[in-house]
């Protein structure tokens, strides 16, 4: 923030004056606050989330009873890609990456993120690259060629028409959003801890992001090279993945998977993070283990880029391979062990409180074992082989993502809900839907398991009658939907709650780390004062000193009342002020990727956006007002 | 509780390494395009003697010409730093000269790949002819973004040191952009090695159709 003021600054013409007012829709488009970007990443990525799920129980009505034809096979195609794409690209990683946003800044005692624009650029390019993949539906069809893209089935002469090309250039955009988010979360993690607060202090969480963090920086440039090479194969006519010219598809798979196994934890580390947080809260105990369990994640995280190819077990790649990929498969178990018996251990002899945002998090600890444990089954590729591409394989991944990451994010949003708003949801409502959440993912997704070992292969659009197969996927189906209620009472309880609006306070779990020590909702600056840290959890120990004494019995609460805000001279604490650059240069960057589907004139357009937006600013100050010497 | 933090405009921000913020983004930035362009590389290496018709690199690679414009882009390293050293000893003349001169060098090797493409397209090596020609061209275009960025910036920066916003203050700024040139060229020594050297002599693979030549 070296905001040197330069007399002779140049800058920019502007087209619209600079925001000022920190109100109305100008001040949401131009906003560099990372709790306002949070926000609206959760916003954006639960209406994703929604329509991913509609596109699920549109799936479930098809495959409800046998050779129904509610969807064609080609919208059913459509329908399973867009589903895993929108669950994985625009729901996971975007609602991670707005607890990111919201939590680790005040985790870790700062104002905000070390690049608040930037921050902001990532939020714009990530929604408008979800509604650029989204378009496709409305232009000739969407992508439907599975969340992997397998050429030569992506490729042209297979698959004419703009559908896999709309999927590249929404998964590129997308991905120079999540990039940007991941390098602004590094440097902010290594560089702007509070006084004291060591990388052995950072809580769970913010160790996790910052792991996961790591992963997105090396994984999805990988994804944009396939990208580019199947974009280039298809409108430019190269021979990456074609046959006939030498090119070899089982390429593609290599590339892919090798950003898809890392995608796996960047989809799941920040869910552990979130439960490692939950855990000990409820508990009243320290997280067990501590150590073991940041060292676990990096090990997963570093583990996760050598087995690539268990995804590839059936394209005969011969036994050597297979035989290393098979034992580093079944190695990552070992740390993922270690996860969770710590959490495990957290519980055991804790006072536990069971509220919603606990069971969500003790039902993660539970769903993902099963999830891992048939993980391990076909980690072994003997019996992979006879799992590979069924509905087993199936059951296995929305075992680790939904009971996994979703029932994490869900945890995560009742936990930290009252800190977002200043108020708590219902607990009536919230334990009503953990518990229709629960009973149907385990209908929908548990017969999965056998109807899959039993030979249901996955992407069929309709099975035959005589399978044996109706009844389990009728209870999928009434499952999906058990499902769908549940969210619909989520919902419900924030409609309600929000009209009730109970008062949270700063802490209303007599919480561990320092996002509790301040007001809820934080005002814009966070810390009054910025925290000195003694201590892991360094807010409990300043609650409960005698504990770090040893003394177990008859603790006293030390009074100790969060930050008071209503005080603060707010003109000594200077923060950025707004920028709509980022808006713009988001929305020259998906101009420009529509143009290269269309003509080039788009292209031009959207990269004069983008060079305009980029001069811009880097030449606006910082603050407007900083002319003042220091 | 604490009573050496306290909020003064400009000082509250945190920095626990003592690296400016800037800087360790750029480092971040420039591991996340090391998977790029390492992905690329070894798309290229995988596909090494796989086209199965010409024309292939013995046919095309130019060995002494890529050399020539190798050692101008290599050159333009030092004098990047040459840049950035006067810059921060506040000599602008000198610092001036260093960093014009290395936006000509930057252009002198846009200006190389420019002939270089040309020149193949003419001979019938494109994109679209075998996997050599996918391979090359992707690999070496985006390279040639990277560097034609870079200039941009540079000039950037130039325009800031006659408008004397960029001086010995703040050279970080310059710093940075000179480790993203560093980093773009030390990729080019791996491409030139790659793509250049140990492939020129590479023929007809086997099951290969040798080249005739000319349209």
Known sequence: MSSISKPKQFQLPRIFPRPKSHKGLWYWLATVDHKKIGTMYGLVSFFWFLIGGIEALLIRLQLG???????????????????????????????????FNWIVPLQIGARDVAFPRLNALSLWVFIFGSILMNISWFAGGAPNGGWFGYPPNSSLGFNPGNGITYWIMGLNVLGVASIAAGLNFIVTIINMRAPGLHMMRLPVFTWMTLITSVLIVLALPILAVAGIQLTADRIYGTNFFNSEAGGDPIFWQHIFWLFGHPEVYILILPAMGIVSEVLPTFSRKPLFGYTAIVFAGLVIGFMGWFVWSHHMFTVGLGPAANTAFTVTTMLIAIPTGVKIFNWISTLWGGSIKLNTSMLFSIGFIAMFTIGGLSGVTHAASPSDAQQQDTYYVVAHFHYVLFGGSIFAIFSGIYYWWPKFTGWLLDEKLGITSFILMFI?????????????????????????????????????????????????????????????????????????????????????YNFVEIPKVNNIDDWWYKKYPELLEGNNQNIKKQKIEVEDSSNVDESKIHLPDLSYYPLLIGIGLTIAALGVMYTYALVAIGLVMVFWGSIGWSTEPVNEDSNEHH | MSTDVTIQHGEEINNSTG????????????????????????????????????????????????????????????????ALHYLKEARMGLAKFWLLMVIIMGIGFIGFQVYEFAHFANMGMTPQVNLFGSTFFTLTSLHGAHVSLGILWLIFLLINEYRGNLNSENAIDLEIAGLYWHFVDIVWIVIFALLYLITANDGVPPGGIPWIGGH
């Open chain 1, 65 to 99: 009873q046998a050779e129904s034809s509610i969807l064609s096979p080609e919208v059913y195609n459509q329908m399973f890609t867009m589903h895993g794409t929108t669950m994985v690209f625009l729901v996971v990683m975007p609602l991670s990456a707005a607890f």
């Open chain 1, 440 to 524: 149907g993912f385990n209908l929908q997704f548990g017969p999965m398991h056998w109807v899959g070992l039993n030979g249901m292969p996955r992407r069929i659009y309709t099975y035959a009658e005589d399978m044996g197969w109706e009844s389990s996927n009728l209870a999928a189906t009434i499952g999906g939907f058990i499902i769908a209620l549940s969210v619909l009472v989520f919902l419900v309880n924030v409609i309600l709650s929000k009209r009730k609006k109970q008062n949270a306070g700063g802490d209303p779990w007599d919480a561990r780390t320092l996002e509790w020590s301040i007001a809820s909702p934080p005002p814009h």
């Open chain 2, 19 to 82: 690296v400016s913020a800037k800087k360790l983004l750029m480092w971040v930035f420039l591991g996340s395009d090391v998977m790029f362009f390492g992905t690329f590389i070894a798309t290229f290496m995988a596909y090494r003697n796989k086209s199965l018709v010409g024309p292939y690199p013995e046919d095309t690679l130019n060995i002494p010409i890529t050399s020539v414009s190798t050692f101008v882009l290599l050159m333009s390293s030092l004098g990047i730093v040459l």
